[in-house]
């Protein structure tokens, strides 16, 4: 009996300090949680401007960009499967740029986010990688940060880019008979972003009009 | 604590019990980001912090956690100091962040922060156990710094590529100029595993010449050290 009774006791202390340490540490983690989030989401819009300002000219519109956008749902065309955001740059209330959050599904370590900008006359502003799991060293030429080239990074051929001067079968890299450099040894992640970046241009061209009416804040 | 046990702490995280060259612990985040010196001093760095904070803490409460219990209240102390550091670094060090931000929730992985509270912290005072942690934690940055060199500089020719974003103004060494074409296999994992041998081996060699050196009551040491020998 008394050993019963010694293991009951032990079980139910032990159980008990260790609700006691759940309890204190769970809520010093939300508190901590509380606390960092304003400091958090601040750095993390300045993050999402600094990566826009590199694809679109801040000068270039005079809108509050991160406020003015469209919650694209699952889009295959921008290689959404769970939605993203459409921003729009507008001067003086006049169209003046679309900012994609886009999804190259297909890079050799699987999904590469991308930021596309296309200004209203089609032409390509830029394009940033955002986050990818490409080869260190051989595929992740596709981020400028990581381009070996400083001076004329590899995804800096696309800017200015429309589909006016290159058709959409002609959009894609060298080797699948498209007009796109790419660095030997690896293909896969340049084509993943080149054609990528083709099917926004494309999305922008036929959706641009119904995305600037569109009232902010709103689905598609 | 004494001069005495800080010297003990010292010799014993920085190289007598050196966590990646005799323990063997922690070795995924290890091989994993050991692709650059600045990946893998920043991920060193950043156990550093984890393992000084979560020594302290459990050693501050070691006479709270009955033993048969211990090792899930430590899994909870790691992972909730973890989760605290990479909240106040996302906060507060956001640049910083943004470089080290993927390996902070690496670090509750490594099972090297648990050995270490379960060794040393479990059984001594807070305040040598924050040295254990920060000495053992600099151990592993020390031998990750050279790992990450070595591979960084066969992979791609280069030393400190991504400096600039931990301290601006500096630059990248391009060791072998630019038109280095890149020996690959040092920055995929095989060239990981390659090269964490060729350090162990040598730094077995250096430790039974040491022994070998020292008369017969210093033997011991080449002994300690020998494990790593067996290990594949």
């Known amino acids: 009996m008394s050993n019963r009774y010694t293991a009951t006791h032990t079980s139910l202390r032990t159980a008990g300090i260790m609700v006691v340490f759940t ?51 699952p889009t295959p065309a921008l290689g959404l499967d769970r939605g993203g955001r459409i921003y729009r740059a507008r001067r003086a209330g ?53 381009d070996r080239n400083k001076t004329r990074p590899w995804i800096g051929q696309f800017v200015g880019m429309s589909l006016a001067d290159v058709a959409p079968a002609q959009w894609k890299v060298k080797r699948d008979g498209g007009i796109f450099a790419y660095r030997i040894g690896a293909t ?33 | ?15 007598k019990q050196n966590t990646g060259l005799v323990q063997l612990l922690g070795l995924c985040p290890t091989l994993a980001v050991s692709t650059s010196v600045v990946n893998a001093v920043s991920l060193g760095l950043a156990t550093v912090v984890v393992m000084a904070v979560s020594n302290f803490a459990v050693a501050s409460l070691r006479n709270f956690i009955p033993y048969e219990i211990r090792i899930p209240v430590f899994i909870l102390i790691i992972a909730a100091l973890t989760t605290v550091v990479d909240l106040a670094f996302n906060a507060y060090l956001h640049d910083l962040y943004l470089v080290l931000g993927i390996f902070i929730p ?35 940055v020390w031998l990750l710094g050279v790992l990450g060199g070595i591979r960084e500089l066969v992979g791609s020719g280069t030393l400190f590529s991504g400096i600039e974003m931990l301290i601006p103004g500096l630059s990248p060494l391009s060791v072998f100029g630019d038109d280095y074409p890149g020996f690959l296999i040092g920055v995929l994992p095989p060239g990981a595993f390659f090269t964490l041998g060729c350090l162990i081996a040598l730094s077995n060699r250096v430790r039974t010449r040491a022994a070998a050196g020292k008369p017969a009551h210093a033997a011991s040491d080449g002994e300690e050290a020998a494990p790593a020998a067996a290990a594949p």
């Open chain 2, 1 to 15: 604590m004494n001069l005495q046990t800080f010297r003990e702490n010292a010799w014993n995280g920085l190289w």
């Open chain 2, 106 to 140: 690496l670090i509750v992985t490594n099972c090297i922060v648990l050995a270490r509270v379960e060794a040393y912290a479990a059984k001594n005072d807070p305040v040598s156990s924050t040295v254990d942690g920060i000495m053992m934690g600099l151990g592993l």
């Open chain 1, 94 to 146: 006049v169209p003046a740029a679309l900012v994609f959050e886009a999804v190259a599904p297909d890079g050799y370590g699987g999904k590469i986010q991308l930021v596309v900008a296309v200004g209203a006359d089609g032409r390509l502003g830029g394009v940033r990688v955002t986050a990818h799991k490409e080869t260190p060293g051989l595929g992740d030429y596709i981020d400028p940060r990581k």
């Open chain 1, 188 to 220: 896969i992640s340049a084509r993943a972003v080149t054609n990528a970046t083709g099917r926004v241009l494309e999305y922008a061209a036929e959706h641009r009009d119904a995305l600037f009416a569109a009232s902010t804040g709103s689905a598609i």
């Open chain 1, 23 to 73: 309890l204190a540490f769970t809520s010093m983690m939300s508190q901590t949680y509380r606390v960092t989030r304003p400091a958090i989401e601040a750095s993390e819009q300045e993050q999402k401007m600094r990566l826009i300002n590199d694809v679109l000219p801040p000068g270039s519109y005079d809108n509050t960009l991160l406020e003015d956008f469209v919650a694209a749902g």
